[in-house]
């Protein structure tokens, strides 16, 4: 599997909006670009994912460079409740694309 | 509508039992993948199952087994447990897995503690 990297940590303050860079160098043409996120005590949650335009949804947006090399995921006004551990993940849309390959993630700090 | 549901929550065992985990899939999905999580190792894939039939297997010994019944519902089993076998066991359900327009609706884990 391609492989993601993301800073360990961040820190952000409420109500501000919080971009999570991931580096995805390896990516290949067939490869969806993930995002899910844990909270403590918690198993994790689909976020948001894409190919190569860059997506909304309720939670999040995703931004996808042109060369599709890394993308941004971003949280638009963070919240207490958005304190989690965000992974970025490459799925394969080809072959056996069953399962998710997680890294160690970025840990989002909020505070007030 | 209910999300997935594993039990049991926690779950302490000596070494050299077996123990087994359940999960039962959100309504009307058909795959059904196991993790385990520990703190060393972060959050690595087990097995998948779609439709009764183990589709994707992680790198873990044989001790590690699992299945899934008609209904979707899934089981997995550790035989003659260790202590590195503490873990967080989390189950993800999704409609088809393999498809990439989907994404995995996890539980909130079974605790396994092995003293």
């Known amino acids: 599997d391609a492989k993601t990297t993301q800073p360990n940590s961040m820190e952000s303050n409420e109500e501000e909006p919080v971009h999570l860079p991931c580096n995805h160098s390896?990516?290949?043409?067939?490869?969806?670009i993930h995002w899910y996120r844990q909270l403590p005590s918690q198993g994790p949650e689909y976020v948001i994912h894409?190919?190569?335009s860059n997506v909304n949804n309720r939670m999040a947006s995703l931004a996808i460079a042109e060369d599709r090399k890394s993308s941004t995921l971003i949280l638009h006004r963070a919240t207490l409740r958005d304190a989690a551990v965000y992974y970025c993940i490459l799925r394969d849309n080809t072959g056996t694309a069953s399962k998710l390959t997680f890294g160690t993630g970025t840990r989002l700090q909020v505070t007030l | 509508k209910a999300g997935v549901t594993q039990t049991p929550r926690y779950l302490i065992k000596t070494r050299g039992q077996q123990v087994t985990l359940s999960c039962s899939p959100i309504?009307?999905?058909?795959?059904v993948s196991w993790y385990q999580q520990t703190p060393g190792q972060g959050l690595q894939f087990l097995f998948e199952?779609?439709?009764?039939?183990?589709?994707n297997k992680g790198n873990f010994p044989g001790r590690f087994s699992g299945r899934q019944f008609s209904n979707s519902r899934s089981e997995m089993n550790v035989s003659t447990l260790e202590l590195g076998d503490s873990a967080l066991y989390l189950c993800?359900?999704?409609?088809?897995?393999?498809?990439?327009?989907?994404?995995?609706?996890f539980g909130s884990g079974t605790r396994l503690t092995v003293v």
């Open positions: 309504s009307g999905h058909r795959s």
């Open positions: 894409g190919l190569t």
């Open positions: 390896t990516i290949s043409g067939t490869d969806y």
């Open positions: 993800a359900s999704s409609l088809f897995g393999q498809n990439t327009n989907y994404g995995y609706t």
């Open positions: 199952y779609f439709s009764e039939t183990q589709r």
